[in-house]
């Protein structure tokens, strides 16, 4: 029996309360983690938070419904196959800090860009948002800048008492403002999501449309913004401080940056980061663990017991009494960690010791259920980034006797901490762009299976059947039970029934084998297995209960959770025996943080399930079924509603600037096929998927409804069949074509109201006035409709007003002697705001070029250009001036391969000169490297403009190309006199400065007086000898 004193429970160690404010003076505004460490070394058996210093974290409380709810709706977003997904969003984002930092030759804050990195990230991963960061300069996006104030309060909020807080009401005015900002900015891409719809099955889309499958409820739309608002913060705060602390210690620990970046070295080499490359860097991941270990970015928990208890059989805590769970004292423990706790040694974090850590000993990323649901989100990331950085740079600390000094808010990063970096190989910032975005270009993730082949897809003749059962929170046992069943028919089974583990309480089939794929999720079942694993548990209590059920198990599990790794497939598995059931393999398991999870499960299946279930023999299988359908491809209509189309097939895409909005395409012709290097190619185009749903939503159609049309005039539309509608839609009808005045008027004679009448009567008066040659200055149809969506018009008055798709002419930018039957065009992606700023104004063409992937195919007619438009007959005699801005290059290109394919057969050729305009010499510097090479042969040589970094050394000053070709006069002159030909391409404004130009500098060697002026000394010109294309 316990004595009085023992009953109370000995009092908890810590310095003396002040009334009132209780421990408050203890500690000064973000240096609390610091003090809490010095109290906790001065008072080491247990540590306490006093009422002073209270949680400021704005998280729902544990089991209220709608943390419940947005729980089990979010959980499969987070799953190891859909964060596989995310890589090259992640890349992208990456790209640009490398970029920043290659051109960027001073002290780099790189707690501050990484912050940028990991928030530009989660917005773009989670719900296709860009805040692009870092095109923004010093200057953040309004709800960067409200996040920051917002949390800088916050965390001074928590470091007051109540009734001193409430007495700040400015200042929490303002606080309140801050966060009515950020919610400003969540109900706007909210509202876009929803005004245009797409495919993305992301977390945005799950917040809108997912539903519990508990309950079956949803979100309201407080919730929604609630979570986008906790997911923008909490999913960059925690990565952008551990990437930075990693930094600090890999660079502050002798041999452990060597180490890292040798890895790197070892497993990527010279090629592309990819996906797979992210759980083979076994050295990064312990330098991320020790991290996390040493510094927890969030570094405390509360826990609140359910009952009154004892700790240690020393101290007493009540039911329902908080108490904070602080990391860095964790994590540092002796008892567990050694002597040396307190040093950062990646090596005790490597998977062979990281294994047998005690339970709960490194708890970086929560506790339980309300653990980091986008831990392995975090983790990918920050593995990713790690990996580019080392690859791409030389780093190096811009202070060698920095100290760390922490800076807290939400979260707690490293403050003051600067580094320098140079790029590896002595690469030029040009060179690394390049690299970076030709090896950025990785495949999009696939489910690791092969399909059967047509042959062994018979299976329904056969009789047997298969139970499929799974338990899954993120998608990933349940992705493999409905690839496992796919693979069934291939190995002769006719039926396949598949449900969740839950659906099987209380009874398991006795007719068929039950296979049975599931996973631990904290080292509990999912939630769509845990009834039935209580039914188990009591079933394997009654000997015989399963006697006469065939199984199999196949397990999913993530080693980080060491102490739980597989432990409910084991669990599953054993009691199923336990309960008198016949095991027909051994369990199958894969460790999704670094196995190929599709590849360990086909082995798996190949070497276990199916030659048991045969009876170890192999399966023979009847021939193909009388029933194999004999498949035709037709082309469509609209393919044979024009003459002289071709069938193109992509045989390679990339990008060619740093913003991804110029792009390269080449497309193999058919045999037969010829043109011209100067010649064009016009493009039958398809809507994007984007803007076709938009007008299924105006019409409330369904993608694959039916329409048949009938029509005295086909108007580009296909009358002869039924047709889809989003086929409709999307392939012959032009959404995006500016409306005219005539289709204002039809639509004010739709108008019934008096609002609808005097909106169009504006509308109507603003396009009259509106500049011409800016296409998005003017509404499609579709954006009249969209903005008056009471105004009653059927789809086929719709279809009346809607103009026929039409192909799009692109100058070709490759030789014919380059590439065997190939062409290619370089383009400009349109996707700027539309009239209203309310939407996108999508090119057409321009976004479905961008979209095309190799391998697919693409309607195409070869059109000849102007008789002048192409390099001259006797290019041993007559010098090339070319004159071009952005992808006003294209065409040169392909004249610049024609002399390069001359060079190379050892031909003659008379001098020629190129001046190119872009932005960047570090954006968009269109096929610098070819261009380099074609320099050095003597091909060429090119004067650059770069309009937005005048002052680099190539550009001598020049803004504009015009103000190149005037700083090269004499260049111009000499050629001229020798009987060059200028060439110019591009946009109408930069023709004719051009022009203006090209007159001051030639007229002067002319008798042009006769002429009257110089445009008339232009114009007497044979027509070879000055020639534009104008787009």
Known sequence: MLSKAEDRGASIPGPKPYPVVGNLPEFKAGESIPRLLELYYLHASLETLRAGIKDAL???????????????????????????????????????????????????????????????????????????????????????????????EADKKSMLPGFIDSMRWHTNKVWIKQFESMKKTSREIIEYRRKHPDDTNDLLTALLNGRDP??????????????LITFLIAGHETTSGLLSFTFYYMLKTPGVYAAAQKEVDDMIGSDGLRVEHVSKLPYIESMLRETLRIMPTAPAFAVTPKKDETIGGKYKVSKGQSILIFLPAVHTDEAVWGKDAKEFRPERMMDINFKDLPSNSWKPFGNGARGCIGRGFAWQEAVLVMALLLKSFDIRLDDPSYTLRIKETLTIKPDGFRIRVSPRKGLKPTYLAMSLISSG??????????????????????GKS???????????????????????????????????????????????????????YDGNPTEDAAEFVSWLEQAAKQSGRLEKVTFAVFGCGNHDWNKTFHRIPKLVDELLEKAGAKRLCQLGITDVASDDIFATFQAWEESQLWPTLAGGESVHLPGPPSTTPEVEVLPPPRFLMRKNLLKGIVTETRSLSTTGDKVH???????????????????????????????????????????????????????????????????????????????????????????????????????????????????????????????????DKFLGMARPMRPRTYSISSSPNSRNLEATI?????????????????????????????????????????????????????????????????????????????????????????FFGCRRPDTDDLYRIELDE????????VFRAYSRATDSSEAKGARYVQDRVALEAAKVLELWRHGARIYICGSRPMANSIKVTLGKILCLTADHEKFGSAENWFDQLPRERFVSEIF
């Open 58 to 152: 704005f998280t729902a409380h544990h089991g209220e419904p709608n943390w419940a709810i947005a729980h089990r709706v979010l959980t499969p977003i987070f799953g190891p196959l859909k964060i596989r997904e995310m890589f090259d969003n992640m890349y992208d984002i990456a790209q640009q800090l490398c970029l920043k930092w290659a051109r960027f030759d001073q002290a780099i804050d790189i707690t501050a860009d990484f912050t940028r990195l990991t928030l530009d990230t989660i917005a773009l991963c989670s719900m296709d948002y860009r805040f692009n960061s870092f095109y923004s300069g010093n200057d953040m996006h309004p709800f960067v800048e409200s996040m920051i104030r917002w949390l800088r």
């Open 466 to 520: 298969l139970c499929i059962l799974y338990g899954s929170n993120q998608g990933t046992c349940d992705s493999l039970a409905r690839r496992l069943a796919i693979n069934a028919r291939a190995h002769g089974f006719g039926t396949t029934n598949i449900d969740t583990l839950n659906s099987a309480k209380g009874t398991l089939p006795v007719d068929k084998p039950v296979v049975i794929i599931t996973t631990s």
């Open 934 to 941: 074609m320099e050095r042969a003597g091909i060429v040589s």
């Open 665 to 795: 395409l080449s497309v193999k012709l058919p045999e037969g096929t010829t043109y011209r290097s100067g010649d064009h190619m016009a493009v039958l185009p398809v809507t994007p998927n984007s803007v076709v749903r938009r007008a299924l939503s105006r019409f409330h159609l369904i993608p694959d409804s039916m329409l048949s049309i009938h029509s005295e005039g086909s108007q580009g539309l296909p009358t002869s069949l039924p047709i889809s509608a989003s086929d409709l839609l999307g392939a012959y009808v032009d959404l995006c074509q500016p409306t005219s005045l005539q289709d204002i008027e039809a639509l004010l004679k739709m108008a019934s109201s008096d609002s609808e009448k005097s909106g169009l009567e504006k509308l109507k008066t603003s396009i009259s006035n509106a500049e011409t040659g800016s296409v998005s200055i003017k509404p499609s149809v579709l954006d009249i409709l969209e903005r008056f969506p009471t105004l009653d018009i059927s789809i």
């Open 826 to 914: 370089t383009w400009k992606v349109i996707d700027e705001a539309s009239w209203d700023k309310s939407t996108r104004f999508l090119g057409i063409c321009s976004n479905y070029l961008a979209g095309l992937r190799n391998g697919e195919g693409l309607f195409v007619n070869i059109h000849s250009a102007q008789p002048c438009w192409h390099p001259p007959d006797n290019p041993a005699d007559s010098p090339m001036i070319m004159i071009g801005a952005g992808t006003g290059l294209a065409p040169f290109r392909g004249f610049l391969q024609d002399r390069m394919n001359l060079y190379k057969a050892n031909k003659s050729l008379a001098p020629a000169i190129l």
């Open 441 to 462: 270009d990785s495949i999009k993730f696939q489910n690791g299976f092969h399909s059967a082949p047509a042959s062994q897809l018979s299976g329904g003749d056969i």
């Open 214 to 227: 508990k309950t079956g409820l949803g979100l309201d739309d407080e919730t929604i913004v609630n979570n």
